[in-house]
Nanobody, 123 residues
Framework: QVQLVESGGGLVQAGGSLRLSCAAS????????MGWFRQAPGKEREFVAG????????YYADSVKGRFTISRNNAKNTVYLQMNSLKPEDTAVYYC????????????????WGQGTQVTVSS
């Protein structure tokens, strides 16, 4: 069982930056593949970025590639999402998710989810 707690959301102007953190409970964080998803009002939840267990391969949605960076610190049981050059269309609730498989997937077939953190980008 893994519990995930996101933090770091807030209000930022377009062009600004935020760093989201997701702290995981438990001693086996390194054995989980991690993902970030987001859901804007009236829209379906969508994949943002993922990082695999093991070799730490990273994957991004086309809409954030080159602006967002996902990373993990297994010693701190934490995964991060550095978001730069933010746009109003990045406004959403951002969720952290974990799955036991070694593969990052872009669907929401993850075993554990956090409660989400709100990111609002003003124009």
């Amino acid at each position: 069982q893994v519990q995930l707690v996101e933090s770091g959301g807030g209000l930022v102007q377009a062009g600004g930056s935020l760093r989201l953190s997701c702290a995981a409970s438990g001693r086996t964080f390194s054995s989980y593949t991690m993902g970030w998803f987001r859901q804007a009002p009236g829209k379906e939840r969508e994949f943002v970025a993922g990082i695999s267990r093991g070799d730490g391969s990273t994957y991004y949605a086309d809409s954030v590639k080159g602006r967002f960076t996902i990373s993990r610190n297994n010693a701190k049981n934490t995964v991060y999402l550095q978001m730069n050059s933010l746009k109003p269309e990045d406004t959403a609730v951002y969720y952290c998710a974990a799955r036991t498989s070694m593969y990052v997937i872009r669907t929401d077939d993850y075993n554990y989810w956090g409660q989400g953190t709100q990111v609002t980008v003003s124009s």
